[in-house]
């Protein structure tokens, strides 16, 4: 993605205002006051631009485009496919999603056709098509944006109709080849449920088959694969004329969608950002998702991704929905950076007078012009990005650690009967991520498929499931010198979802044996020590021996006191660890602080960190180092080295004062 600047804009609906040319006039002006060089147009602005069907009336964007674009203002065009025309849904029924109950969707909302149904593409298509014809006569567009949030519809994001059903079972057909080898990969003997024909197979429902576990895995494989195929399908129809990047906006860890899988069809990956912020007075719960979300946008293609939407100040669907505290919208949108984006984006650029988003914030309201806080915080960014871009955009984060994060890990993990019910992938995951995000460590995030070679350190918490080759590449990374540091509850399960009998498939690698795994009630804590300190375990314990590796800690109650709870495995030039329970923050906080440090792996202020405070580091011919406070008050980091602000050029010796939620990006000297 090179537009040779960093992209500070939104959305824009000036379909909105169409009878209001005063208000498209003083968009403008106020664009240019706010720094903004880019827009997105015509998301959800299908009824606009095809008023009946094949009756294309583009005349308001295009004019709007060429106007931007004198103002020095670029598009980026969206599809319009994330809202349904409804003169379409009345002529072809048959696009309206159809729920798992069986109930058909009625006209409306958003995000909601049958991503299977032919005319459905057919008729995206044609608007595609046009579009993108179109777009050669503009200079303006710059990059297409394809759909909306696809999937994410307030409900369920997969359609059950009759043509996803049959769709389903072509994919399983392909997959398996013979019903025999889908019942051995199902294992359908469990409860009599082998399949004798293929007609007899139906999506997951709740009022149906929903406990055969791959066929759960399955049905999540090919609904990622299905909105895949029409995100292609989109992308191809924009290609017959457009050679412009293309991306899609994802959303935070959203499960329903398997964004590795659809990523790869993407030029750019982008991404909207809703944090709660202020839902707490303690800050940091948030800014650590958030800046996991952050890297694993990055992670994807290991490039800067997009901030696509975020808001200036609030969101409107959230039960309380606090306003940003002052400071807090810079940092929010410096945070996006530190962690490699090339843009700062914002839904929306001007609040619509009506319906479902009418009080969901935008960099102007209703009422008043650019006489707000809301607006100041936004120009106030777009000038802090138009003087840095030259330098912020020479870079990108390389970090030396790498977290695996997989979706159908996550499927697999929380769809399991056993050992509790309650398991919580994601938030497991934060945990670990957290301790690094303490530590002002960024890291990769990256799924199983993903190559390991030049990290210099790997963590895969709770990794039930092992995706083909996966084991043999952890292997061959842990023989060749890498650090691998996994948890209890993990290689469980092959990719259909079936345990693995006799040897755990990195036992060598981890030189552990699991034997058994108690999710044990209250009262039943248990505790270990490391490195002197006591700490406490969590929901799990395994219950494990050893077979090569070295035990770093041992329970210290229960039946299994004595046994391994941390063990440390050499293997080939590398090391193996295996945490064995779930362990308190604390715990993880220390136990990669040493790690860390035994690898001479540290953050780029090479500085104890404040709580609440991190870095992240951008690499080029010049690292640039985003300190990022996210405490509501001054904060100051002493230093071993002397820094300079990059903004400023003040220089800091020593010391480095933060004001409350402030972002200062320094270099070394
Ligand atoms: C999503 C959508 C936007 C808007 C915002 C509101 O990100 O893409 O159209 O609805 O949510 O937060
Ligand atoms: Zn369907």
């Known amino acids: 993605m090179e537009f040779g600047k960093m992209l500070h804009g939104g959305d824009y609906n000036p379909e909105q205002w169409l009878d209001r040319p005063d208000i498209l006039d003083e968009d403008i002006r106020l664009m240019k006051q706010a720094h903004i060089n880019c827009v997105t147009l015509g ?256 992670s994807m293609k290991k490039k800067p991704f997009m901030l696509m939407e975020s808001t200036p100040s609030v969101v409107n669907w959230r039960v309380n929905n606090p306003v940003k505290r002052p400071g807090m919208h810079m940092l929010s949108s410096m945070q996006a950076v530190a962690h490699g984006s090339a843009t700062v984006q914002y839904f929306q650029w001007r609040k619509g007078r009506g319906s479902f988003e009418k009080f969901h914030g935008a960099v102007l309201d209703h009422k008043n012009d650019g006489n707000t806080r809301t607006f100041r915080d936004v120009a106030d960014v777009g000038g802090r990005l138009a003087k840095m871009e030259g330098r912020i955009l020479k870079t990108c984060n390389r970090p030396e650690i790498a977290l695996i994060f997989d979706w159908e890990n996550w499927w697999a993990v929380e769809d399991a009967a056993g050992p509790r019910l309650d398991l919580d992938y994601k938030k497991t995951f934060l945990q670990h991520y957290r301790a690094f995000w303490e530590a002002g460590l960024d890291v990769d995030i990256i799924s199983m498929e993903r190559e390991l070679e030049g990290y210099r350190m790997v963590v895969a918490p709770l990794n039930y499931l092992y995706r083909k080759g996966y084991a043999e590449r952890v292997e061959r990374y842990v023989k060749e010198g890498g650090i691998y540091i996994t948890t209890y509850w993990s290689g469980i399960v092959d990719d259909n979802d079936l345990c693995f009998t006799g040897e755990h498939p990195l036992e060598k690698v981890l030189g552990i044996c699991q034997e058994e795994i108690d999710a044990p009630g209250e009262g039943f804590v248990n505790s270990i020590t490391f490195l002197e300190k006591l700490y406490h375990t969590g929901d799990l314990c395994e219950i494990i021996h050893c077979k090569g590796a070295r035990t770093v800690s041992v329970y210290m109650k229960e039946f299994y006191a004595g046994a391994p709870a941390v063990t440390e495995n050499r293997y080939g030039d590398g090391r193996a660890y295996y945490l064995a329970a779930e362990f308190e923050q604390d715990f993880l906080n220390d136990f990669y602080r040493e790690m860390t440090q035994e690898a001479r792996i540290e953050n780029p202020l090479g500085a104890k960190l404040p709580y609440g405070v991190t870095t992240a580091l951008r690499k080029g011919e010049e690292d640039l180092i985003f300190v990022q406070n996210f405490n509501d008050c001054k904060v100051m980091v002493k230093t071993p080295g002397r820094f300079e602000e990059a903004d400023s050029k003040i220089i800091l010796d020593g010391e480095v004062w933060l004001e409350p939620f402030e972002c200062k990006i320094l270099t070394e000297i």
């Open 43 to 298: 998301v959800f602005s299908w009824s606009v631009l095809e008023r009946q069907e094949g009756e294309f009336c583009f005349d308001w964007l295009e004019e709007m485009i060429d106007r931007l674009y004198r103002e020095g203002i670029c598009t980026i065009l969206a599809t319009p496919t994330g809202g349904m025309p409804h003169w379409l849904t009345e002529k072809y029924p048959e696009v309206r999603q159809v729920q798992a109950e069986g109930r058909q969707n009625l006209p409306g909302k958003r995000h909601n056709f049958c991503y299977t149904s032919p005319k459905m593409r057919d008729l995206t298509g044609r608007i595609d098509r046009s579009l993108a014809q179109m777009s050669l006569r503009h200079e303006g567009i710059v990059m297409w944006h394809i759909s909306n949030e696809m999937g994410g519809n307030f409900s369920d994001s997969a359609c059950h109709c009759g043509q996803c059903q049959r769709a389903f079972r072509e994919w399983l057909k392909e997959k398996y080849k013979t019903i025999e080898e889908l019942n051995r990969a199902w294992w359908t003997v469990f409860w009599s449920h082998v399949y004798t024909d293929w007609e007899q197979i139906h999506s997951p429902v709740p009022h149906g088959e929903n406990l055969v576990h791959g066929l759960n895995l399955d049905w999540r494989r090919f609904v990622t694969c299905q909105m895949t195929e029409f995100l292609k399908w989109e992308i191809a129809s924009v290609r017959e004329y457009s050679s412009l990047p293309v991306t899609t906006n994802f959303m935070y860890f959203f499960k329903p969608l398997d964004y590795d899988k659809m990523q790869r069809e993407l030029d750019v990956v982008s991404w909207d950002s809703y944090p709660f912020w202020h839902k707490v007075k303690d800050e940091t719960d948030m800014a650590v998702k958030a800046a996991a979300c952050h890297s694993m946008m990055r």
